[in-house]
């Protein structure tokens, strides 16, 4: 019963429904990676390092997948999609991997944010001020104290000038 279920799905959607969706078929290949990898992390008790991963790559391919079964037909044009806006963004994105381990996640994100933020017509000068020193301290009090997660510190270590908040998990 469930293999000819899945075996109708399967006439269904066909290769042409493949074809029109490359960048949800994309997503899965790209997400089903994520996930062998995201495996390998080293596990502990409990929620480990490969939690976040894992589950944001499961709800990449089950979306993905979704898109592909439906099959819809997209109105925009590839001509038509202008990529020099995503591409700026990713060689942001870029800089900001190769420069982290150098300035750390805290200088590196201060510095990036202002940058994307005022490339995505962002001007006010106070908002890119409290988001860009806001948003990482906040971040990593999050990642760094409450879920224990090293962050890069970098050659000047920032972090340490930091209050050391009541925040930590303590077992």
Known sequence: MVIQKVGAVLDRIGLESVRSSPLSVFFILF??????FASQFPSGDGVGPSFFP???SVGIIFF???????????ELEISEFDFKPAAVVA????????????????VSTMVFMP?????????????????SI??????????GRIFLVR??????PVSRLLPQLPLAVTF
């Open 31 to 36: 997400s089903v990676v994520v996930v062998f």
């Open 54 to 56: 894992i589950a944001v």
């Open 64 to 74: 993905a997948g979704i898109d592909v079964l439906t099959g819809s037909e997209t």
């Open 91 to 106: 060689g942001f994105l870029v800089a900001y991997v190769l420069v982290m381990p150098h300035l750390g996640f805290l």
């Open 115 to 131: 940058v994307v933020l005022y490339y995505s017509n962002i001007h006010s000068k106070l908002l890119l001020a409290v988001l």
């Open 134 to 143: 806001g948003f990482p301290i906040a971040l990593f009090y999050i990642f």
């Open 151 to 156: 962050l890069p510190e970098g050659i000047i």
